[in-house]
Structures are given as C-alpha cells and as structure tokens.
C-alpha cells in the first residue's frame, strides 16, 4: 500500500523540521535542533515529578507521572527512543502522559546516559538500575509492585526488553508485561559485522523520516565493532528468552525497524513467551504522540494503552498494594 497523503504531509514536514541524520552529523547539534521544536502537549496528570535514582555512575533522572496521587495503580517504567543519542524527559513527556491517562497507571521516565559521550552499555546499565529503584520503591510511588510492566519506543523499546531480561536473570522484579513500540532489535547490518536481512530496511530506508543511513549512524555513536552481536545490544540475538513477561511488539507500515520487531515478536513466541503483533497501517517511526494530530499515531496510542490496560485488569492485585 502506498502512505495516505494526510500522512505523507506530516512525515515531510516532521523531516523538514530537523536536521539530517547520517555521516558527519553532530549530535550536539541535533539535541539542540530537537529542543528547539514545539512541546506537543499530553493529557494533564494530578501529579507530576523529577526524582532520580541511583546508578552506576552516578544519579539517573526520572520523572514521576501519577494519575491518582490518593490510590495505587499498576506501574510502567518508560525508556524514550533517540537512538540512544538523542531524546530524554522534555522530549517524551507527552508520551508518558498519554500512557499513564491512557492505561491508568503510574509512569516513571528513565533518563540513561547518552551515547557517543556515554556508549554501550551505559545506557543498559543506567535502565537496569532505574528498574530495580522503581521496584524497591514502589510503595513510595504509588504503584502496586505486583502489576509492574516496562515500556519504551524505539531505542526505549531495546533498552525496555534488555531490562527484563535482566530483571529475569536476576531473579526479580517480576515484571506483568513488556509493550515495545517499534523497537531496535537487531543491530546487526547497520554495523561492520551484519548481512542486512530484513526487506524493510531498504523498502522502508528513505523518505519515511527514520534512514538507514540515520541507524547506520546511530550504530556508529553507540556501538564500537562487534558489540552488534551481544545481546544486550541486539536482543534478537539473545540464547535465551524463555521466561520473559509477556509482550506487545507495535510496528508500523513504512518503518525500516518493522521486520526485526516482528521477528522479535516470533522469537519470543519460539521461547515460550506470549507475544502479540500489532502493525500499524500507514504508520512510520516517530509516530507514536503524534494522535491529536494523525490517526494512524491515535491508532497506534490505542493500541499500546489498551493492551496495558487489559493486562494490568487481568493481573491480580497485590495483597498488601502500595499506599
């Protein structure tokens, strides 16, 4: 199918409105291209803070989004997409807005350590800690420990999986579900040491704002040679996935990501875990808060919030909730 012309208009001019992604790129000058643009704007939340958590290398920032400050409610630790180079609380705040009124839950925003000034794993090790703090804190958050999910786009979609992965092999927290919003999955073929197998990497790697040339480049600041292959990298690679919480793999039409984040949905489902797909007809990378404005990003908001909600109705509560 071809992109609607609605959405062809809102994919130029969102790539009209920044600077090219690729080779000679600056990233400091792309973080400032991006504070520059116009706040979108998210549902109003009764409570809304900064806090920050311990980490390996000092404080993560997060931000603290809750709809019900006098009740518990389910929990969703968020990971914002950038590339692992840009993005952080200002950009998705209208994002975490939208998931804790959408799926009626608290939200903590992490804010890991951003490549190249910090690469992998910084950025692993920072979402790792921020998920444990939120756990061991849970009570102090309002969030009922027993109904914890993770969530993030993009980047925030690799860093959200490897942290349950994480939290699997560790032996706790207990996590209810993981929704991953168009999700980096496979690095390999954006670096030195990869084939490029998917066919939406090149049907979908110009003109649809996300490049290949903008993930070869994000590859390059996040990444030295080799690293492609580990799997707190590249998760579709991982040896084990068994035992991961059940998961929402969103994708989207016109996305050069689409194809890995499908096979990562069919490998969890290989593993044993419950996995759903949902594609996004004339969808793009980027979209997701983008619903006031394109029905295909309002789709995709539904889809994410709806899946959450259902699941934390279908989690049984715990028996001593946080207060």
Do not use: K
Not at 165 to 180: E, F, I, N, S, T
Not at 250 to 257: E, G, H
């Amino acid at each position: 199918m071809e992109m609607t012309p609605q959405t062809r208009r809102f994919v130029d001019m969102m790539t009209a409105a920044v600077p090219e992604i690729g080779p000679g790129a600056d990233p400091r000058e792309l973080r400032a291209a991006r504070a520059q643009r116009t706040p979108v704007e998210g549902p109003e939340v009764a409570l809304v803070r900064d806090l920050s958590a311990p980490g390996p290398a000092g404080e993560v920032p997060l931000r603290h989004y809750r709809p019900d400050p006098a009740a518990p409610a389910p929990g969703i630790v968020f990971f914002h997409g950038g590339g692992f180079v840009l993005g952080d609380l200002e950009s998705h705040d209208h994002i975490c807005r939208i998931l804790a009124d959408g799926a009626g839950a608290v939200v903590v925003a992490v804010d890991y350590r951003l490549a190249p000034e910090h690469p992998y794993p910084a950025a692993v090790e920072d979402s790792v800690a921020a998920l444990r703090w939120v756990a061991d804190n849970a009570a102090e958050l309002g969030i009922d420990p027993a109904r914890l999910a993770v969530c993030g786009d993009s980047a925030g979609g690799n860093l959200a999986t490897v942290a349950a992965r994480a939290a699997r092999d560790a032996g706790g927290p207990q996590l209810c579900h993981q929704a991953l919003i168009y999700p980096v999955t496979d690095f390999t073929g954006y670096g030195p040491s990869g084939d490029g197998a998917y066919p939406s990497r090149t049907d979908n790697g110009e003109g649809y704002f996300l490049t290949g040339r903008a993930m070869a480049w994000f590859n390059e600041q996040y990444l030295s040679d080799g690293q492609e292959r580990e799997p707190d990298a590249s998760p579709a690679l991982a040896a084990r996935l068994e035992g991961l919480p059940p998961a929402l793999v969103l994708t989207a039409d016109f996305d050069p990501l689409r194809d890995e984040g499908e096979e990562y949905a069919r490998l969890l489902c290989a593993a044993g875990v419950p996995a759903t797909t949902v594609r996004v007809n004339d969808g793009f990378h980027g979209m997701f808060g983008f619903g006031a404005f394109l029905p295909a990003a309002e789709r995709a908001e539904r889809a994410v919030t709806a899946a959450l909600r259902s699941v934390f109705a279908a989690t049984r509560p715990s028996a001593s909730p946080a207060s």
